[in-house]
């Protein structure tokens, strides 16, 4: 079995090398569907490594960006021994930059990070209209949806985009969760969504506990 400590330090110090080396013989060993989940903890838990040193100052914006490129790695890697014994999806979620904003790395970190989690995560992309989530939404039906943004102008169309859903009757059947810089607590109430998180591991927490 895996030291799963040392790897979930390697995810923090960004060690692509070492990680991939890692789980590489983990995965030849045939594990077990339950050893795998652990190892995927053990990474999860190196990308909060990672959020908190850039919150500290220590990682920059391209850390962040290398992390999510090594989590997708990673997850890639376990892929053949996470389907093996378990197909079924922890839940849906659709997932999108809203309208006028092109940011990406937090969405793309998420997004990575929910996968990694077991959700299936449609990606509509970037600059994305209310009438995309709604497409989307009445065509997968999902559990949850995420929108992101990094203006300050994303707030609008967040809101924009929630009352879109609402008038599409689509609201109830769904949780909404919005992330980025500019979300507050009081600009998540002010938008009418579920949640908020500057945080895309405190964000995958928050989805989990709706699918439970």
Request: hydrophobic letters at 45%; a negative charge; aromatic letters at 6%.
């Amino acid at each position: 079995m895996v030291d799963l400590k040392a790897l979930t330090a390697s995810v923090g110090e960004l060690d692509e090398e070492k990680v991939l080396e890692v789980l590489g013989s983990f995965v030849a060993t045939n594990p077990s569907e339950e050893d795998a989940q652990q190892v995927v903890a053990a990474c999860q838990s190196g990308m909060a490594i990672v959020g908190d040193l850039y919150e500290k100052g220590e990682y920059f914006v391209g850390d962040l960006i290398f992390a999510g490129e090594l989590l997708t790695n990673a997850i890639n890697t376990l892929k053949p021994v996470l389907g093996s014994a378990n197909t079924a999806s922890a839940g849906s979620i659709v997932l999108g930059t809203v309208a006028g904003d092109l940011h990406d790395i937090g969405k793309n970190i998420f997004k990575s990070m929910c996968e990694a989690a077991g959700f299936t995560v449609y990606d509509l992309g970037i600059d994305q209209p209310a009438g995309a989530f709604i497409d989307k939404v009445k065509e997968v039906k999902p559990n949850i949806i995420g929108m992101s943004g990094v203006l300050t102008l994303a707030l609008e169309a967040m809101k924009d985009t929630v009352d879109a859903i609402k008038e599409a009757g689509l609201r109830d059947s769904v949780k909404i969760i919005i992330g980025g810089n500019p979300v507050t607590k009081e600009a998540c109430a002010q938008i009418g969504a579920d949640a908020f998180t500057t945080n895309a591991a405190e964000g995958v927490k928050i989805c989990q506990g709706w699918v439970k």
